[in-house]
């Protein structure tokens, strides 16, 4: 299934959860079940969980929040949403709806792993990014969550600064060659390198850039030398 397809029907299947998830006990059972049904239908067309392999500088730009925050307590919920009860320690990007969003220290996620439900271990320290529905902060499976002791530090360079500047510029992941003064790629068998190193900014001459970085030079190189020698 396309991908942004698959991006709508979450979207959507959020939206539902959360008039599910507001219903009061005035709310009649049929309701309940009908709207159960138009979820798991919803799904079902989406077949399983599936995200895209993007850049942690395009999660930080398409994002509406990026935190550094602490796991404390997991709620679980009912059939839809778990609650992360977070201290965040920073906040690197967040829109002005996300910024009252994260007030509450609250992260939901689908209680499911087959709707892109996302599993954090309390105690442990994150990098989440995430969106805004209806004033709450949401995360799933295709947002970047990643454990913070394991962030490189050409990424948090990144979170910190430059991935904001890079913004106006695309990355695509596993391309070999782009027409595109606004693109940078990553090629098929270098990937991770420029994942963990690469940060992708307009020069002088205002075309994107993967700008220099010795980790990422010494990563480029033994991936080179280990291509040669299989």
């Not at 999660?59 to 919920?77: A, L, W």
């Not at 695309?170 to 991770?192: D, F, L, Y």
Request: positive net charge.
């Amino acid at each position: 299934m396309n991908i942004i397809h698959h991006r709508y029907i979450l979207k959507a299947n959020l939206k539902v959860f959360n008039v599910f998830s507001r219903s009061t006990s005035k709310g009649s059972m049929l309701t309940r079940l009908l709207t159960l049904a138009l979820v798991a239908g919803s799904w079902h067309a989406a077949d399983a969980c599936t995200c895209s392999l993007d850049h942690p500088q395009t999660h930080f730009c398409n994002s509406d929040f990026v935190i550094v925050g602490r796991v404390q307590k997991i709620f679980r919920g009912g059939d839809f949403y778990h609650s992360y009860k977070v201290k965040i320690r920073n906040i690197f990007k967040a829109t002005p709806k996300a910024a009252l969003a994260l007030k509450a220290g609250r992260l939901l996620t689908p209680s499911h792993d087959s709707l892109c439900g996302v599993t954090l271990q309390p105690r442990e320290t994150y990098v989440i990014t995430g969106h805004v529905v209806q004033l709450q902060a949401h995360i799933q499976l295709c947002s970047y969550v990643n454990k913070w002791r394991e962030v490189t530090p050409r990424q948090r360079k990144g979170f910190r600064l430059l991935y904001k500047q890079g913004c106006t510029c695309k990355v695509h992941m596993n391309r070999r060659s782009t027409k595109s003064p606004n693109t940078c790629v990553t090629g098929r068998v270098a990937t991770e390198c420029y994942e963990r190193h690469g940060i992708c900014l307009h020069d002088r001459e205002r075309r994107c850039r993967w700008t220099r970085a010795p980790a990422l030079t010494r990563c480029l190189q033994k991936q080179h030398f280990n291509s040669t020698m299989t």
